[in-house]
């Protein structure tokens, strides 16, 4: 039974940074991992994601201000939030994939950017 969990959420000021992190109970290296987000009243959005090899795809939105890395030995996936808006806000769900599709997903971390 595959679980994710976020953490690292927050309120912070426009312009400053936020990491978050998202822990599998399995071999991270096994998935392709993604972070969603979703403000309020929008739909949820992709933000950015990481394959198997390592390869990374960041959405224009936050590119050079975000980054998404992983951790083998920690099991852990991070995203490195840098310069801040208050665009930026919403809910963000961090997710694995499994034969071609999230399947998996964490309960949510809030990021509120005043």
């Known amino acids: 039974h595959v679980q994710l969990v976020e953490s690292g959420g927050g309120s912070e000021q426009a312009g400053k940074s936020l990491k978050l992190s998202c822990t599998i109970n399995?071999?991270?290296?096994?998935?392709?991992m993604g972070w969603f987000r979703q403000a309020p009243g929008q739909s949820r959005e992709g933000v950015a994601t990481i394959d198997t090899n390592g390869a990374t795809t960041i959405a224009d939105s936050v590119k050079g201000r975000f980054t998404i890395s992983r951790d083998n030995t920690k099991n852990t996936m991070y995203l490195q939030m840098n310069s801040l808006k208050s665009e930026d806000t919403g809910l963000y769900y961090c997710?694995?994939?499994?034969?071609?599709?999230?399947?998996?997903w964490g309960q949510g971390t809030q990021v509120t950017v005043s």
């Open positions: 997710a694995a994939a499994f034969m071609s599709g999230w399947v998996y």
């Open positions: 399995d071999y991270i290296w096994k998935y392709c």
